[in-house]
């Protein structure tokens, strides 16, 4: 069955500096697709960025990267120049094919908390 | 791009009482979910639909809960008879599928916070 695993449910960060986001995941599934979500404390999910398992580069939009690791199951979100606006929850999910119902499942998140 | 807006953002009910939320997905976005999500969790997949045809539902949607899109635009969620497990945030989202496979990310409203007591 697939499953998103984030291990560090509290990060921080200093304003400026860079910090990665772990996410690991396990599927039976040749084709899948991997994004990261920034949760602000108004609720709205706001995609930040996709990864998909054909893709043969890291995924990058702006000051976000993935680190994809395919062997490791890795999908890390690198967020480099941190700012106090970044201060949120971040959530790692995958969907499993690439003509889904586009269901995706899910991790359980990591707080993220920028310090001036 | 108005972005996916619902209604209400907040809704406190009793026990018993039913409730419905409501959606409005990007104007030229045909598929439209319904998530869940409780405190400290990620989003669980409740629904979705493609225009007006509803094409999964998940295990977590029990049969008093009920979606329609009836005319492939918005959409709402109505619980009946509700439990204080039904309190959560429900999001809403949507993206446009083509005919060629391709889809768009999920777009996510503010949700609507739902507090039964």
């Known amino acids: 069955a697939q499953k998103i695993t984030q291990t560090q449910p509290g990060m921080f960060v200093q304003e400026k500096e860079a910090v990665t986001l772990d996410c690991t995941y396990d599927?039976?599934?040749?084709?899948?697709?991997l994004f990261w979500y920034k949760q602000p404390s108004s609720g709205e999910m706001i995609f930040l960025i996709y990864?998909?398992?054909?893709?043969?580069q890291n995924a990058t939009e702006g000051r976000y990267s993935l680190n994809f690791q395919k062997a490791r199951k890795s999908a890390n979100l690198v967020i480099s120049a941190s700012q106090l606006g970044d201060s949120a929850m971040y959530f790692c999910?995958?969907?499993?094919?690439?003509?889904?119902?586009?269901?995706?499942?899910f991790g359980s998140g990591t707080r993220l908390l920028v310090r001036p | 791009d108005t972005g996916v807006s619902q209604d209400p953002r907040h809704k406190i009910t009793k026990r018993g009482q039913n409730v419905t939320f409501r959606c409005d997905p990007i104007s030229e976005h045909n598929r439209l979910y319904w998530y869940r999500q409780t405190l400290g969790q990620g989003p669980e997949f409740l629904t979705y639909?493609?225009?007006?045809?509803?094409?999964?539902k998940s295990r977590l949607l029990s049969d008093r809960f009920s979606a329609e899109r009836p005319k492939g635009s918005f959409s709402t969620l109505e619980i009946q008879r509700t439990e204080q497990g039904d309190s959560a945030m429900y999001l809403c989202?949507?993206?446009?599928?083509?005919?060629?496979?391709?889809?768009?990310?999920?777009?996510f409203g503010n949700g609507t916070r739902l507090t039964v007591t």
């Open positions: 599927t039976s599934d040749p084709s899948y697709g």
């Open positions: 999910a995958m969907r499993e094919g690439m003509d889904s119902s586009y269901k995706l499942i």
């Open positions: 990864q998909g398992s054909y893709d043969q």
């Open positions: 639909f493609q225009n007006e045809a509803q094409l999964e």
């Open positions: 989202a949507s993206s446009s599928h083509d005919i060629q496979g391709k889809a768009s990310p999920l777009h």
